[in-house]
T-cell receptor, first 116, second 118 residues
Framework: AQKVTQAQTEISVVEKEDVTLDCVYETRDTTYYLFWYKQPPSGELVFLIRRNSFDEQNEISGRYSWNFQKSTSSFNFTITASQVVDSAVYFCALSEGSNAGNMLTFGGGTRLMVKP | DTGVSQNPRHKITKRGQNVTFRCDPISEHNRLYWYRQTLGQGPEFLTYFQNEAQLEKSRLLSDRFSAERPKGSFSTLEIQRTEQGDSAMYLC????????????????FGPGTRLTVL
């Protein structure tokens, strides 16, 4: 069965520090999708990124970057020059199969606190 | 374009009562999902619909839970004879998988309904 593990339950950094959130997944499927969502204090999950299992290219979007490594079953998320507004709970998620819209299996989340 | 909306945002009920939540997906999204999130945990899948058809149900969805999407638009989730263990945030999401490329499908979440069972 699929599983997502986010070993870091809470991380605290000072503004402008770089921070990496770890995500390790388990699946028997060869086709799958990985996601990151942000959950600010308001509670609504905000979609950040989707990657499919055939695309291991790293991606950068502004201060955010993602490192996907199939060899270690990891999909890590780095925030460069963190800001107070980045404070939130971040979830990594997995969906199996050829349709990216299949049910999501979430990790337990990492609470990021960015202090001014 | 409005996002996914859920009502009510908060519900407090006594054990044994029935409750019903409503989810309105993003317009024209044909897939609708329900998840449950307990404090300090990640969301857990409950069920999903494609149009009005309920295609998958988690084993978490006990007999006391029922979800409907009668016209393929909004959905309701009912919990009968609530128990204290039902206290959680109930999240709804919707998506529109492009026929040409379902690999680009993405679930967009609503603000959730927080249920407290006393």
């Amino acid at each position: 069965a699929q599983k997502v593990t986010q070993a870091q339950t809470e991380i605290s950094v000072v503004e402008k520090e770089d921070v990496t959130l770890d995500c390790v997944y388990e699946t028997r499927d060869t086709t799958y999708y990985l996601f990151w969502y942000k959950q600010p204090p308001s509670g609504e999950l905000v979609f950040l990124i989707r990657r499919n299992s055939f695309d291991e290219q790293n991606e950068i979007s502004g201060r955010y970057s993602w490192n996907f490594q199939k060899s270690t079953s990891s999909f890590n998320f780095t925030i460069t020059a963190s800001q107070v507004v980045d404070s939130a709970v971040y979830f990594c998620a997995l969906s199996e199969g050829s349709n990216a819209g299949n049910m999501l299996t979430f990790g337990g989340g990492t609470r990021l606190m960015v202090k001014p | 374009d409005t996002g996914v909306s859920q009502n009510p945002r908060h519900k407090i009920t006594k054990r044994g009562q029935n409750v019903t939540f409503r989810c309105d997906p993003i317009s024209e999204h044909n897939r609708l999902y329900w998840y449950r999130q307990t404090l300090g945990q990640g969301p857990e899948f409950l069920t999903y619909f494609q149009n009005e058809a309920q295609l998958e149900k988690s084993r978490l969805l006990s007999d006391r839970f029922s979800a409907e999407r009668p016209k393929g638009s909004f959905s309701t989730l009912e919990i009968q004879r609530t128990e204290q263990g039902d206290s959680a945030m109930y999240l709804c999401a919707s998506s529109f998988p492009p026929l040409a490329d379902p690999s680009t499908d993405t679930q967009y979440f609503g603000p959730g309904t927080r249920l407290t069972v006393l």
